[in-house]
């Protein structure tokens, strides 16, 4: 009983960490400076670096997140793998929600859903998880700044496909492809990480 509710509010921090850092803190500053005549110039001629800018802010404000949560709420740094996979699991549910929340009050129909939209919801969710990996283990190896900088920067690239996609005319299914082979790189990461925790588990 004991270890389900301490899963549980490890997921609850999860949710928390994308709810506060993109729902609260990142979206409501984008839509200030999105209602700017001089943001809205700038989006217009440098759309690409206006997309780098997008990509990296949700990095930031999101690594940033998990990495505030991680060091505040989670000691001891000490802690079992599946502590960051249930974390992203979490993170990644918040994300789900706020997609979701336009057809919860019914200001737009379910007929978007699609299986891309879950294939892509299941390959973000690995992405979430490996990086929230990625950031524990910085925690892990006393590295937290180095890998929280590694954390960004990954979910930056991850990001920047959006951009660069719209530019280049690229079709859904070569946008969700490249989203499956980061996926499946961070999916490797993630289980080559399982021997940082191997210690922790036994």
Not at 104 to 127: A, H, K, M, Q, Y
């Amino acid at each position: 009983m004991n270890n389900f509710k301490n899963n549980f509010r490890i997921f609850i921090l999860g949710f928390l960490s994308f709810t506060v850092s993109q729902v609260l803190l990142r979206l409501p500053l984008l839509k200030i400076l999105n209602n700017l005549s001089s943001t809205i110039l700038f989006a217009t001629i440098r759309p690409l670096l206006y997309g780098a800018i997008l990509a990296f802010s949700a990095g930031l404000f999101e690594e940033s997140g998990r990495f505030i949560i991680k060091k505040l709420a989670l000691k001891p740094y000490d802690c079992e793998i599946s502590e960051p996979i249930i974390f992203g699991l979490g993170h990644s549910i918040s994300e789900i929600v706020l997609i979701l929340s336009p057809f919860f009050t019914g200001s737009t129909s379910w007929n978007f859903l699609s299986p891309i939209f879950f294939v892509e919801r299941f390959l973000t969710t690995i992405v979430h998880i490996g990086l929230t990996i990625m950031v524990w283990n910085g925690f892990i190896k006393g590295e937290r700044i180095k890998y929280l900088i590694y954390a960004i920067f990954a979910h930056f690239i991850i990001d920047f496909i959006i951009p660069i996609a719209n530019l280049n005319g690229l079709n859904i299914i070569t946008i969700e492809s490249i989203l499956a082979i980061f996926a499946i790189l961070l999916l490797i990461y993630s289980i080559y990480s399982k021997k940082f925790y191997k210690r922790r588990e036994n």
